[in-house]
C-alpha cells in the first residue's frame, strides 16, 4: 500500500481506490473472497479495499 501512497501523494489526492484479484489457483469461490471495506493506508490516505 506504499505504492499507492506514492500515486496518491503525486496527484495530490486524499483518497483512493484500490482492487485486489486473487487468480490463485487455490483462491476461494469469487462470493467467498469478495469484499470492499475502508482502510487507512500508512501515510493516512482513505482508501476504498476492493478484493475480488
Known amino acids: 500500500m506504499t ?27 469469487l462470493l467467498q473472497r469478495t469484499a470492499i471495506e475502508q482502510v487507512t493506508s500508512p501515510a493516512g490516505h482513505a482508501v476504498t479495499l476492493v478484493r475480488a
Open 3 to 29: 505504492q499507492l501512497d506514492g500515486y496518491l501523494d503525486r496527484l495530490d489526492l486524499k483518497q483512493g481506490t484500490l482492487v485486489v484479484f486473487d487468480r490463485r489457483p487455490t483462491a476461494p469461490p
